[in-house]
Structure formats: structure tokens, C-alpha cells
């Protein structure tokens, strides 16, 4: 399973940390990858890091977000710096076997129960 935390209420221009932490498995072979979903919207992908740590992210998040890894503590977080309030959601994290990263929610095997990020303006 994945745990994850660090959600919360953050103003606009601020920063928050996202962590998921990952029990049994072989966390270092996976791919890892944070989603999003508003209320309304359908899920969509935010970052991920392949498990050679190749990072992917989608215009909307690129340079203010930062995914990065720590496969000692089994461990990925999501570096949220300058938030806007358009980036209010659900936050999901996701673990996919085949080590490689995807777009698509179909590309992944493991899901975490999703932490609030709220953005005040």
C-alpha cells in the first residue's frame, strides 16, 4: 500500500511538501508518479520519476513542483512551491511495476488514498 501525507491548507505563493510512503513491494524498481483530481474533473497526472529518477511533468506544474525520490525510506514526495489556487485538489500518489512513467492512470498498479491540497488566494 501507499501512505501518503503533508496535505493541507497553503496560500497562494507559498510551498508544501507531499510525501507517500510505500509498504512492501521493491519500491526501488518502480516507477512513481503524483495525480491530481478536482472536484468536478477528472484525474490528471502532475509529475513523475522513473525509477532511474527521470522526471516528467506537464506544462501546468512545470518549475513549481518537483518530484523527486529517497528509495533508503521508500519514499516520494512532491515539492509544491507557488501554488495557485487552481492547483486545489486531491492529491494522489501511484506505483507502477514496469519502472516506467505514464500519463495515463492506466499505467500504474498501486494507488494511495489521496491527500487534500488546498490553495488560498
Known amino acids: 500500500p501507499l501512505v501518503e501525507s503533508g496535505g493541507g491548507l497553503v496560500q497562494a505563493g507559498g510551498s508544501l511538501r507531499l510525501s507517500c510512503t510505500a509498504t512492501g513491494g521493491t519500491f526501488s524498481s518502480y516507477a512513481m508518479a503524483w495525480f491530481r483530481q478536482a472536484p468536478g474533473k477528472e484525474r490528471e497526472f502532475v509529475a513523475a520519476?522513473?525509477?532511474?529518477?527521470?522526471?516528467y511533468y506537464p506544462d501546468s506544474v512545470k518549475g513549481r513542483f518537483t518530484i523527486s525520490r529517497d528509495n533508503a525510506k521508500n519514499t516520494v514526495y512532491l515539492q509544491m512551491n507557488s501554488p495557485k489556487p487552481e492547483d486545489t485538489a486531491v492529491y494522489y500518489c501511484a506505483a507502477a511495476t514496469t519502472g516506467l512513467a505514464d500519463t495515463a492512470l492506466a499505467g500504474y498498479d498501486y494507488w494511495g488514498q489521496g491527500t487534500q491540497v488546498t490553495v488560498s488566494s
Open positions: 520519476i522513473t525509477r532511474r529518477s527521470n522526471l
